[in-house]
């Protein structure tokens, strides 16, 4: 009996490694985590950046747009043109590069290079640059910015609501598309009707260290510290 005992005792000491090994072997793997960027960013992309930090920091001390918070407490994502000028990237025009960030849960996602432009947004001569903070608040909005290239048009059948700074007294925006603005120095009719909206891969590609995507970026699948700042400055 005693020998019986001791043999199956060791038949289960035995068997417990190999039934451990099998199970690791089948045992689902975490996800791999996100690939960071520690080499230096590429300078035309931090500058972006740091001005998109700078914009929302505007956005923030602007005492006359006090439902800034709110929106963006709702808003699906936001689009960040720092610096908007005449004669930008499109030749006699005026555009400008920006940053898409997506809200995940309280959080928000890595920093997506993107483009603003179009023939006339309204800037007046004389006018030195603008920020602009786009703010998508619909489904429909969100899935058109995730789009390659998407101009903003009628055909679109987006609702876009444009509020330039110190916009006192206003407190309801209802539209896909809530379009905050600031210019130096004057500044009139701005619209960005009419104006594209373009990802910008190459600049993604060169800012994460290898070739990626806007929805990998917006998943958080690459990250690159440098834009924690920004990330930091949607919590309000």
Same mark, same amino acid.
């Given at each position: 009996?005693?020998?019986?005992?001791?043999?199956?005792?060791?038949?289960?000491?035995? &068997?417990?490694?190999?039934?451990?090994?099998?199970?690791?072997?089948?045992?689902?793997?975490?996800?791999?985590?996100?690939?960071?960027?520690?080499?230096? %960013?590429?300078?035309?992309?931090?500058?972006?950046?740091?001005?998109?930090?700078?914009? =929302?920091?505007?956005?923030?001390?602007?005492?006359?747009?006090? /439902?800034?918070?709110?929106?963006?407490?709702? &808003?699906?994502?936001?689009?960040?043109?720092?610096?908007?000028?005449?004669?930008?990237?499109?030749?006699?025009?005026?555009?400008?590069?920006?940053?898409?960030?997506?809200?995940?849960?309280?959080?928000? %996602?890595?920093?997506?290079?993107?483009?603003?432009?179009? &023939?006339?947004?309204?800037?007046?001569?004389?006018?030195?640059?603008?920020?602009?903070?786009?703010? =998508?608040?619909?489904?429909? &909005?969100?899935?058109?910015?995730?789009?390659?290239?998407?101009?903003?048009?009628?055909?679109?059948?987006?609702?876009?609501?444009?509020?330039?700074?110190?916009?006192?007294?206003?407190?309801?925006?209802?539209?896909?598309?809530?379009?905050?603005?600031?210019?130096?120095?004057?500044?009139?009719?701005?619209?960005?009707?009419?104006?594209?909206?373009?990802?910008?891969?190459?600049?993604?590609?060169? /800012?994460?260290?290898?070739?990626?995507?806007?929805?990998?970026?917006?998943?958080?699948?690459?990250?690159?510290?440098?834009?924690?700042?920004?990330?930091?400055?949607?919590?309000?």
């Amino acid at each position: 009996m005693r020998s019986l005992i001791v043999s199956l005792a060791l038949s289960t000491a035995l &068997a417990t490694p190999a039934f451990a090994a099998h199970a690791t072997r089948h045992a689902p793997r975490p996800a791999p985590a996100p690939v960071c960027a520690y080499q230096a %960013s590429p300078r035309d992309q931090m500058r972006v950046i740091e001005g998109a930090t700078a914009t =929302i920091g505007h956005l923030r001390n602007d005492r006359g747009f006090g /439902y800034a918070a709110t929106l963006l407490s709702r &808003a699906k994502a936001v689009l960040i043109i720092p610096h908007m000028v005449k004669a930008g990237f499109i030749i006699g025009g005026e555009g400008g590069d920006g940053v898409v960030l997506v809200r995940q849960g309280v959080h928000w %996602s890595n920093p997506s290079f993107y483009s603003l432009g179009a &023939a006339t947004f309204g800037l007046q001569a004389g006018v030195e640059g603008a920020e602009l903070v786009l703010f =998508i608040m619909s489904d429909r &909005a969100l899935q058109d910015i995730m789009l390659d290239e998407f101009k903003i048009d009628a055909t679109a059948g987006l609702a876009i609501l444009n509020v330039g700074a110190n916009a006192h007294g206003t407190n309801q925006y209802d539209g896909d598309i809530v379009v905050w603005s600031h210019a130096q120095g004057a500044f009139a009719g701005f619209t960005i009707n009419g104006s594209t909206i373009r990802q910008r891969h190459g600049w993604n590609d060169d /800012y994460y260290g290898r070739h990626t995507s806007v929805p990998e970026i917006l998943s958080n699948g690459v990250c690159n510290f440098s834009g924690q700042n920004l990330r930091l400055s949607l919590h309000w």
